[in-house]
């Protein structure tokens, strides 16, 4: 069983580096932690690496503040990389380099995963990669106290949607309820996430309404946004979560398109679909990945171009 596999290596592994995609979100955020908490626990030389910065919605987290970066470390010293929640060894960005000829486990639940690891537990049933980091954890016989409890929660409440999206099972039910014994408070969580935006999230979600595109009859939405319209609003990079989904909760639409243009020629895109477009296929088809009803991949170009490319590639589903 390959969950026994992955037990055995950790246990023969004394300084373990956990890590996860670059532009994190609250399940890579959350699986990680939940992993790193636990292997302290059994005593082992365990860090969460990333090249990026943790979002402040997800700084209430235990360990989040203690995350770091790969150029904190002079050398490559570890016995086993794993990595979770992440598609493609790519998307590790300079941690990438922390591999070599390090043994590495490859933990995730997209069905685009390329199973870059020596060891792939890739469920792509699961609700989210913190799902997995729970039955993994509980299969290592660790006690899961308040702090990782509240690390899984909010890896399976932000992938899910709070709850709401297709890859909600009874599993994933089950398991929130074994983590509200073990003292998570889903309202506070809750408050934590999606009651505690900044300002500026909320002026951005105003301008980028203003560019709201309906295509083939009203069943495909498009909200953009420009480099320049995110710098006036804030110096800082603005967390765009859940944008997307202004779009995709509207009445009678079946895709949702979001696109962020991060630098002049270089155009973000996040997808999002109902019930019967496979939104993934589509990212895929654009060196990204995803979920089958939520996805995202990047393209080069001006943000015209990128919205004509995707149009045209949704218009073959719909």
């Not at 992955?6 to 699986?31: C, E, F, L, R, W």
């Not at 995730?108 to 039955?135: P, Q, R």
């Not at 069943?219 to 420009?226: D, E, F, L, Q, W």
């Amino acid at each position: 069983m390959i969950y026994e596999q992955i037990i055995d290596v950790i246990n023969k592994s004394s300084k373990i580096a956990v890590t996860s995609h670059m532009q994190p979100d609250g399940d890579n955020v959350g699986s990680s932690l939940a992993l790193c908490l636990a292997l302290q626990k059994l005593g082992k030389k365990a860090v969460f690496i990333l090249d990026d910065s943790i979002p402040e919605l997800f700084r209430f987290l235990k360990g989040a503040r203690e995350v770091e970066k790969p150029s904190f470390f002079a050398e490559i010293d570890f016995d086993l990389v794993i990595a979770m929640d992440c598609g493609d060894l790519e998307r590790l960005g300079k941690v990438s380099q922390f591999i070599g000829n390090t043994k590495l486990v490859n933990i995730d639940h997209h069905i685009s995963n390329t199973k870059f690891g020596e060891i792939n537990l890739v469920e792509e049933n699961a609700s989210a990669t913190a799902e997995i980091a729970y039955k993994l954890i509980k299969s290592m016989g660790i006690f899961i106290d308040k702090d990782i409890a509240d690390c899984i929660y909010t890896g399976i409440v932000t992938d899910t949607g709070m709850f709401q999206y297709s890859n909600t099972s009874e599993e994933t039910h089950s398991i929130a309820g074994e983590l509200i014994i073990a003292g998570v408070s889903p309202s506070d969580i809750f408050a934590r996430i999606y009651q505690n935006s900044p300002k500026e999230k909320i002026m951005l979600m105003g301008e980028a309404l203003k560019s709201l595109e309906f295509f083939n009859h009203d069943m495909v939405s498009c909200i953009s946004i420009s480099k320049a319209q995110l710098e006036s609003i804030a110096e800082e990079d603005i967390d765009t979560e859940g944008i997307v989904n202004l779009g995709r909760d509207i009445a009678g639409v079946e895709v949702a398109i979001f696109l962020k243009q991060k630098e002049p020629n270089v155009v973000k895109v996040s997808l999002r679909s109902k019930c019967y477009v496979n939104v993934a296929i589509i990212a895929k088809d654009f060196g990204g990945g995803g979920h089958v009803r939520a996805a995202g991949c990047a393209i080069t170009g001006s943000i015209e171009s990128a919205k004509q490319q995707i149009l045209l590639a949704i218009q073959k589903q719909i």
